[in-house]
């Protein structure tokens, strides 16, 4: 069975530059996870996603970041304009049902993102 | 605002010896606590999990320990082996309102041959 499917794997863009990250969830999953991995911060939850509608987007740093959600196969998490300190790991996770404490959260293996 | 507390944040432990990693948490309305485990370059995978109307749960080597009175809980990896080198996050969620999970700084464990 295919996992969380993100893309792309590896970005390196330059500051100002606009940057979209992709995700494929787990077919049947109905909650979606953005989270943030950085040496300093650890994971942070950027925004959740249930049925297609975000439902806590408190971790979303600033409006420089938006993510959408436009059907249950398929979400984007853009960045405009980069600034060097978002350079982190961005991972994509999904679970079925309503959220966290349902089930597994099941992670893709990540967008590592680069901003000189 | 960080909710759920990990300590060490690095561990060494020799091959066949017992590793432990602690977690506090400070939001008594959690009712979820699971530990996920991160290899270099993939994503975190559920390890176990714990609810808290127990104060033990067992897979194989690994083991939750559960203490609702203190908000602390922490994993136990008996005849720890090289394979078990990974970094471990501890988590905690609510089943009402903000559902996503909280998750710890994590600790990277290296288990030594």
């Known amino acids: 069975d295919a996992g969380v499917i993100q893309s792309p794997r590896h970005e390196v863009t330059e500051m100002g530059q606009e940057v979209t990250l992709r995700c494929k969830p787990i077919s049947g999953h109905n909650s979606l996870f953005w989270y943030r991995q950085t040496m300093m911060r650890g994971l942070e939850l950027l925004i959740y996603f249930n049925n297609n509608v975000p439902i806590d987007d408190s971790g979303m740093p600033e409006d420089r970041f938006s993510a959408k959600m436009p059907n249950a196969s398929f979400s984007t998490l853009k960045i405009q304009p980069s600034e060097p300190r978002d350079s982190a790991v961005y991972f994509c996770?999904?679970?079925?049902?309503?959220?966290?404490?349902?089930?597994?959260?099941?992670f893709g293996e990540g967008s590592r993102l680069t901003v000189l | 605002q960080q909710q759920v507390k990990q300590s060490p944040q690095s561990l060494i432990v020799q091959k066949g010896g017992i590793s432990i990693i602690n977690c506090a948490y400070e939001?008594?309305?959690?009712?979820?606590f699971p530990w996920y485990q991160q290899f270099p370059g993939k994503g975190p995978a559920l390890l176990i999990a714990i609810r808290p109307d127990v104060s033990e749960k067992k897979e194989g080597r690994f083991t939750i320990s559960f203490n609702k009175s203190a908000k602390q809980f922490s994993l136990h990896i008996m005849d720890s082996q090289p394979g078990d080198s990974a970094t471990y996050f501890c988590?905690?969620?609510?089943?009402?309102?903000?559902?996503?999970?909280?998750f710890g700084s994590g600790t990277r464990l290296q288990v030594q041959p």
């Open positions: 939001n008594t309305a959690f009712d979820y």
């Open positions: 988590a905690a969620s609510r089943d009402t309102g903000r559902r996503a999970l909280t």
């Open positions: 996770a999904s679970t079925r049902g309503q959220g966290a404490t349902t089930g597994e959260l099941f």
